[in-house]
């Protein structure tokens, strides 16, 4: 039996009231910005987010300290690598400061500032432009093949609720977007395109003046994203743990969300002058990364259940978060 809908009536209100505004539709990306963003009722910037055991989903820095340990390291050296006294890790989407405490509780001397959705962004920045899981938290687009040709799937109010309606693209980015997939093999396929991520990106590239941008999170490289058997793209909702596709239930109390494809990010970095300079599974770059770290915690543990054994599981092994999550690692060019 489906669990009862627990949307918040207020944010339901707020979104039929800027659907009649609006002319009776919007795009899905506006629909998940007011979900997650309004304001003052959206699952993220009311507080209603919950990341963890006792929340709606976890994420690797939920998984315990390791994750800021091993970036420690990996900043400690961008930032010898780099020489800048003014060296800093710009976090994004930090939200109460879980990570900076376990990275700084390791490397005490690293300048760690978070900013946070709606809060405004450094005019520049030197050092690593940082993100875990905030590009799949970025409202999308959705997309889908009808009658031989892409359709936009828009927001319209029922009586009760919301719905999905078929409307032409929003935007000239999204026709670019699907240009090259075979649309005539691919009716009913629907997926989403995220063009804020890639508006994101532009922003950090403008600020960036020396460094890098380090980007985690679950997603595939184009030909993975489009594959015929995802046919029903990419979007997923958390609430309590329970992963399920209906966004228009839980309004304001569960996240939505969506891989990321990872060749826009690339391609549209390398446009803006950032070089791909590594990506890999989360798995590969924290083996890599943590190396001296992983090996001590599982000589001293051997034979031993340790929450760190745990937690390097959790975050290293293919079937957890190890291959799911891709680490990108982009450098501004001179
Ligand atoms: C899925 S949560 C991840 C939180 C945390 N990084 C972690 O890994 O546990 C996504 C976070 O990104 C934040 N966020 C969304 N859009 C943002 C933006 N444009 N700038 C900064 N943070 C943003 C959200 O408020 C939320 O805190």
Known sequence: MPAPDSSRPELVAAIRAELARAGGRITFARFMELALYHPQLGYYTSGAARIGRCGDFFTSVSVGPLFGKILAQFFRK??????????????????????RADALAAAPELDWRIVEA????????????FSNELLDALPVHRVQVQGGAWRELYVVATADGFAEAAGPLSDPRLTAALAELPVAQMEGYRTEINLRALDWLEQMAKRLRRGWVLTFDYGFERADYF???????????YH??????????????????????????????????????????????????GADLIRAIVERDAGKNSVE??????????????????ALLQQKQP
């Open 240 to 289: 309590r743990h329970q992963r399920h596709g209906d966004p228009f239930v839980n309004i304001g109390v569960q996240d939505i969300t969506a891989h990321v494809d990872f060749s826009a990010v690339i391609e549209c970095g390398r446009a803006l002058g950032l070089a791909p300079v590594h990506f890999c599974e989360q798995g590969k770059f924290l083996l890599e990364e």
């Open 227 to 237: 594959a015929p058997h995802r046919r029903d793209g990419h979007l997923q909702c």
């Open 118 to 129: 709606g809060e405004p962004l450094p005019d520049e920045m030197t050092g690593c432009v």
């Open 78 to 99: 961008r930032r010898a690598e780099l020489g800048a006294d003014d060296f800093t890790i710009w976090e994004f989407g930090g939200r109460g400061g879980e990570l």
């Open 309 to 326: 054994r745990n937690a390097i599981h959790q975050l290293i092994h293919p079937a957890h978060m190890g291959r799911a999550f891709q």
